[in-house]
């Protein structure tokens, strides 16, 4: 068995004014939106378009984590063929774009304040780490995505990838480098104490003693009390995590995963992480999900699958998060393609059919503006409570 050919819509001009005006009919569709900063998008620059050989819209089917299975299942690159076939099981409206377009940057910056996203948290790996699975490093991309975030109003925040022989040292360095860099832009989101964010994905590869060195107030190299003072966010996997995270000085937690993976990406565990994680003077941040099929890149797991069932999937995690009491809520994702986790504006059941194109084996919205309404209905509730009205 293999990754079957998913993603198949063909490169339109029909395409195209769809993307150009989507900004628009978001805004006429959901009127005035209030943006809100308590509101967080994980978001991804890896995507390239024929000019960058189609990066990441190209991914190679991985092989499987175990010797014994992986000969079941084809992997390598060449598998698809964008802009015809791509590696995910949904096809954006803006096709196969590039995340280094700056027409592009900004209709994702307008479709996300339209869904009152007041915070993009921005995937990165560290200068000469290697990058991600595709070996694509997206640093390059930040000049752009700042300039265009200046210009509409967008925030940011990073998302600290892992990399190989990581330390805390490390992590400090590049703290120093994005601050450095980026640290006096009014683009950058600082909370009410005027510190910006830092979610640092894998956190457990390096022991609490470790972040302690740069996270507690007396550790040998300190952010805290210096110009490097920031808010950093550790990954909360297992239970028990909060009382590691806590004593390797941690500002709080996020769960990021999408589905009951992991005890801290179940929703039915935030509300009572959310008082253990107050009891140890830390944030907790829910990670809410519209679903989760990787299957594309992952042909062998099915099991990890976690259906949409329309925005019903999306619509419980956001009760669950607002229901725990999270003062802050981050989504997985605003455009993780290859996962499938991505709320961002897809071809519809319609649009696939006004081109022609079979909706058989395609999970499709129900509409373009699905996600950006339900969005926009759950940041607003945040903070204040949900009633049966909201659900």
Known sequence: PYAPGWGVPPHSPAMAPAAAFLAVALTCILGCAAVHT??????????????????????????HWSERQRPLFRSGPGFYDPPARIASRYYPCRGCYDSMDPAVLAGQMAEMRASGIGVMVLSWWARGSGGDSQHIETDEALPAVFAQAERTGMKIA?????FPNMTAQAVRANIAYLLGLYGDSPA???????????????????????????????????????ALAARVLALYVSAGDIAEIAAGGFD??????????????????????????????????????????DRPIRPWNGAAVVARQGTE?????????????????????????????????????????????SDSDYSFYNDAADYSRRTLHWASQLGRGISAEDL
């Not at 308590?38 to 092989?63: I, K, M, Q, T």
């Not at 022991?207 to 507690?216: H, M, Q, V």
């Not at 992991?262 to 009891?279: E, F, I, K, Y």
């Open 158 to 162: 990073f998302h600290l990838e892992p």
């Open 38 to 63: 308590h509101v967080h998008a994980f978001f991804y620059l890896w995507y390239g378009n024929a000019s960058r050989s189609h990066l990441h819209w190209d991914h190679e089917l991985l092989p």
């Open 313 to 357: 999937r999306y619509d419980d995690t956001w009760a669950a998060a607002i229901n725990s009491g999270a003062e802050f809520v981050a989504i997985t994702s605003f455009n993780e393609w290859g996962e499938g986790t991505q709320i961002e504006c897809a071809l519809d059941r319609p649009g696939l059919l006004a081109q022609g194109l």
């Open 252 to 293: 709080g937690a996020y769960t990021y995963f999408a589905g009951p993976v992991t005890h801290g990406s179940d929703p039915r565990n935030w509300a009572q992480l959310m008082n253990v994680a107050r009891q140890h003077g830390l944030l907790f941040v829910p990670c809410v999900s519209p679903g989760y099929d």
């Open 188 to 226: 950058l989101f600082r909370d009410e104490e005027n510190l910006p964010w830092f979610y640092a994905y894998d956190s457990y590869h390096i022991p609490p003693a470790g972040w302690r060195s740069i996270l507690a107030p007396d550790g040998a190299d300190t952010i805290r009390g210096t």
